[in-house]
């Protein structure tokens, strides 16, 4: 019985876990994303597919750390049964690591997380904005004619 014990002793921690996400700090997030930056969501859908559901949600950047994330056209996540799911609330803000453009996968593995600015003071104070705050909205109208004198 004893050995029994000792031979399964080793897979407790995968059975119980199901799935891991392999730690890293915020440094080596940074590093490794394509663009690091604060959104707020402004709307999410769940889509249907197999074998689980994604919550795609569209956003408007508050801040911009590394990189551009214009081109990101909606953030996609598994839904939160998942152990690699991640809620996207509607008219909260977050900060994400992003590591591919289209789509932007959003997962609980990494650091994205949701962003309380007054939790956030260090991150902030190491890496600072690139860009002024911008928002799809404002970018939308990039392009608008010229006013004449």
């Not at 002793?9 to 440094?27: F, K, R, T, V």
């Not at 709307?43 to 597919?49: C, D, F, I, R």
């Not at 953030?75 to 932007?104: D, H, M, R, W």
């Amino acid at each position: 019985m004893k050995k029994l014990i000792f031979a399964l002793l080793p897979l407790l921690p995968i059975m119980a876990h199901g799935c891991d996400c392999l730690s890293e700090s915020d440094d080596e997030s940074f590093k490794m994303a394509q663009v690091v930056f604060i959104a707020k969501i402004t709307s999410a859908e769940l889509v249907p597919q197999k074998p689980e559901p994604l919550v795609r949600a569209r956003f408007d950047v508050v801040e911009t750390f590394k990189g551009n994330p214009e081109p990101i056209a909606f953030l996609e996540a598994l839904t939160s049964e998942s152990c690699a799911g991640f809620p996207l609330i509607v008219g909260e803000k977050y900060l994400f690591f992003v590591k591919s453009e289209n789509p932007a996968f959003i997962s609980s593995c990494g650091n994205n997380r949701r962003f309380i600015r007054v939790h956030e003071q260090n991150w902030l104070q190491k890496h600072k904005a690139i860009g002024p705050n911008n928002s799809f909205k404002a970018r939308r109208f990039r392009h608008a004619p010229k006013t004449r004198p």
